[in-house]
């Protein structure tokens, strides 16, 4: 009887030995899990030092630098005009590229290229359509903060329409290159890639030296409005 007992306590401790090596150590645990150890070393700690450690790992890491150096945007919006042209020609869609360098995280230079899509419906007649291309450069200001930035920028260049269509309406210069100045205002709202920003902005142009109308004595000026994305190399 003893030898037997003897043998069953071998099979058991066998056994136990076997379920023991089967449980993976501490190493081997899975991601999140917690060992025997930490658990107890909770269940151990005083109220206190539990609140300590969920402070820490509730903590979130701060979101990495913005990069700043060249940038490229593109955005797309409306152009509008708001001198006698409003009366020819209606809201159209605007679409624009910049390509800028920031000196400073605070201040880029850059320049730039647009073009809307337009037509004369508002005159009697048959509608003849027509785009207006802007090519420019300028310096943009920026308040950087966490999370977004707001902006400001001055900008000058020239601009034209595709065809003569607008001479006969009295926009004598219109299909020649003629300068522009304007100014926009508007925000970027930095993504968890510090690489990326969705840019808002609007703004006015003065088109007068190549838009005026000789049958008005009104300065030509136009809206502009878009939303788009920004890259940071």
Same mark, same amino acid.
């Given at each position: 009887m003893a030898q037997a007992g003897f043998f069953s306590f071998q099979l058991v401790a066998l056994?136990?030995?076997?379920?023991?090596?089967?449980?993976?150590?501490?190493?081997?645990?899975?991601?999140?899990?917690?060992?025997?150890t930490e658990i107890i070393s909770w269940l151990d700690a005083s109220p206190e030092e539990k609140a300590d450690r969920e402070a820490d790992l509730s903590e979130v890491p701060p979101p990495p630098p913005r990069h700043h150096g060249f940038t490229i945007a593109s955005d797309i919006g409306a152009l509008g005009h708001l001198g006698d042209l409003k009366n020819v020609s209606p809201a159209s869609p605007w679409l624009h590229m910049l390509v800028g360098y920031?000196?400073?995280?605070?201040?880029?230079?850059?320049?730039?290229?647009?073009?809307?899509?337009?037509?004369?419906?508002?005159?009697?007649?048959?509608?003849?359509?027509?785009?207006?291309?802007?090519?420019?450069?300028?310096?943009?200001?920026?308040?950087?903060?966490?999370?977004?930035?707001?902006?400001a920028q001055f900008d000058a260049g020239a601009a034209k329409v595709s065809q003569d269509v607008l001479t006969t309406l009295g926009y004598n210069k219109a299909h020649e290159?003629?300068?522009?100045?304007?100014?926009?205002l508007? +925000?970027? @709202?930095?993504? =968890? !890639?510090?690489?990326?920003?969705?840019? %808002?902005?609007? *703004?006015?142009?003065? &088109?007068? +030296?190549? @838009?005026?109308? =000789? !049958?008005?004595?009104?300065?030509?000026? %136009?809206?502009? *409005?878009?939303?788009? &994305?920004?890259?940071? @190399?």
């Open positions: 056994t136990a030995a076997g379920v023991l090596l089967s449980v993976p150590s501490h190493g081997a645990q899975e991601k999140g899990e917690l060992s025997e920031e000196v400073f995280s605070w201040a880029m230079v850059f320049t730039s290229a647009d073009v809307a899509f337009s037509d004369t419906s508002y005159v009697e007649g048959p509608s003849r359509a027509f785009a207006m291309y802007g090519l420019g450069g300028g310096f943009r200001l920026t308040i950087p903060m966490s999370q977004m930035g707001i902006f290159f003629a300068p522009y100045f304007g100014g926009m508007g +925000a970027e @709202f930095y993504q =968890i !890639n510090p690489r990326y920003a969705l840019v %808002a902005q609007g *703004g006015v142009r003065n &088109l007068n +030296a190549g @838009f005026d109308s =000789i !049958n008005s004595t009104q300065v030509a000026l %136009a809206w502009l *409005g878009s939303a788009g &994305l920004r890259y940071t @190399f």
